[in-house]
């Protein structure tokens, strides 16, 4: 029983517990938070709740990075990989293993230091020891990625390009990479210092109209009122308990149902959690009474 090699031995109380190789590993950080500025939140694996970030906080695989508006952070692999996240960038971390460390980007724009960059619509790997590149997700869900240095190689719908430093390539949603085409002498320049190309991209936060938010709907957490977001969960009624429930459905974040033509009139009571760009539901807001006049 001794002689096993590989597994790890924890001594408990007289006991002996034998540790599948690898387990302990599972839980060491995978990279660092280097440094960032003004509001960077962290929600951890499995977690539904965001944190503040604090400098040289350990970051674990598949932990969720979010730089808010006005916001930078930078991100350094143990493996030496690194990633700069600009403001609006939410981006889920991918551990190193048998592919380089990066990172899955939901939204925003980053510049990316020899690191494996996954978007909704592209698989962006660097092809030399040197490479350099900016990725951002536009309004339509497009990527754009921008070499600054080596080669980096960008994979959409089973093909393939080489985009070489001086380059860019687009991938629009359910297409091949464009052929590459070359940056103007100024994003050359801007990119080259590993600061992220300026371009008018939209803000990553939808302006919620006044009728909106009028509802009330969202939790008063502040760390779970975070803007990048898909929608919410919309629950009412007939207790405050919420054990008679007449209404539960999922609206995009610019809906706004008219509850008068859903629901008989009378006293109500109402609640909604939002729901993020991952899909994850935040808690539920405090139930709020309204009064339904008849409208049906």
Do not use: C
């Not at 320049?189 to 371009?199: F, I, L, R």
């Not at 898909?230 to 405050?240: H, I, M, P, S, W």
């Not at 209404?247 to 610019?254: L, N």
């Not at 008068?260 to 939002?274: E, H, I, N, Q, V």
């Amino acid at each position: 029983m001794f002689g096993l090699r590989g597994d790890m031995k924890i001594f408990l109380a007289g006991m002996i517990i034998f540790l599948a190789p690898g387990f302990a590993r599972a839980a060491e950080p995978a990279a660092n938070l280097v440094r960032f500025t003004k509001d960077v939140l962290i929600r951890r694996t499995g977690a539904t709740d965001w944190g503040k970030a604090s400098r040289l906080m350990d970051l674990f695989g598949r932990d969720t990075v979010y730089t808010m508006a006005g916001s930078r952070a930078e991100v350094r692999f143990h493996t030496g990989e690194r990633l700069i996240l600009t403001p609006n960038t939410l981006v889920v971390l991918h551990p190193p293993g048998k592919k380089a460390a990066g990172a899955e980007m939901v939204a925003g724009e980053l510049h990316s230091r020899h690191s494996r960059i996954v978007t909704r619509g592209a698989v962006i790997l660097p092809k030399t020891a040197d490479a350099e590149f900016s990725a951002r997700l536009k309004e339509d869900l497009t990527t754009v990625v921008s070499v600054t240095r080596g080669v980096a190689e960008v994979e959409a719908q089973g093909r393939k390009v080489e985009v070489r430093k001086g380059y860019f390539t687009e991938v629009r949603p359910d297409m091949a990479p464009s052929l590459p085409v070359e940056l103007a002498p100024r994003l050359k320049a801007s990119t080259a210092a590993g600061v992220p190309v300026p371009v008018q991209a939209p803000p990553l936060r939808d302006e919620e109209p006044p009728e909106f938010s009028e509802y009330d709907f969202l939790p008063p957490d502040a760390l779970n009122s975070v803007d990048a977001h898909q929608g919410y969960q919309l629950q009412v009624a007939k207790d405050r308990g919420f054990s008679s429930v007449v209404h539960d459905r999922t609206y995009g974040t610019k809906e706004r149902p008219d509850l008068s033509k859903l629901l008989p009139p009378g006293d109500y009571f109402m609640r909604a959690a939002k729901i993020d760009l991952l899909g994850y539901k935040g808690k539920f807001s405090a139930p709020r009474p309204i009064k339904i006049n008849g409208g049906r």
